[in-house]
């Protein structure tokens, strides 16, 4: 059984910096695209980075610059690093994972999903 465990979201002030992480178990993700994807109280979910197992990364524009999206294979594990976090980043957060070609944060074909952990920005 698949299962995609995220970690690691919390509270904290504007400017602030968080790492999530998501686990993978029953499945092992070399080869696929992985991707975090965040849905903040009455919005649409919106996906914010992916990347391939070659380390190809895309980000979506309101992110760009501030998280960092890694990976590490052996671990089968998938990382976002976000730094200088605002209160628009106030979401929960997903990671996601699928056999996709063209491996993008746009991409509405990933296949597997986690069960979200909370990030919350405020003063």
């Known amino acids: 059984q698949v299962q995609l465990v995220e970690s690691g979201g919390g509270s904290v002030q504007p400017g602030g910096s968080l790492r999530l992480s998501c686990a993978a178990s029953?499945?092992?993700?070399?080869?696929?695209?992985m991707g975090w994807f965040r849905q903040a109280p009455g919005k649409e979910r919106e996906g914010i980075a992916a990347?391939?197992?070659?380390?190809?990364?895309t980000y979506a524009d309101s992110v760009k610059g501030r998280f960092t999206i890694s990976r590490d294979n052996a671990k089968n594990t998938l990382y976002l690093e976000m730094n200088n976090l605002k209160p628009a980043d106030t979401a929960m957060y997903y990671c996601?994972?699928?056999?996709?070609?063209?491996?993008?944060?746009?991409?509405?074909?990933?296949?597997?999903w986690g069960q979200g952990t909370q990030v919350t920005v405020s003063a």
């Open positions: 996601a994972a699928g056999p996709i070609y063209v491996c993008s944060h746009k991409s509405d074909s990933f296949r597997y």
């Open positions: 990347s391939n197992s070659y380390g190809r990364t």
């Open positions: 029953g499945y092992t993700y070399y080869g696929d695209c």
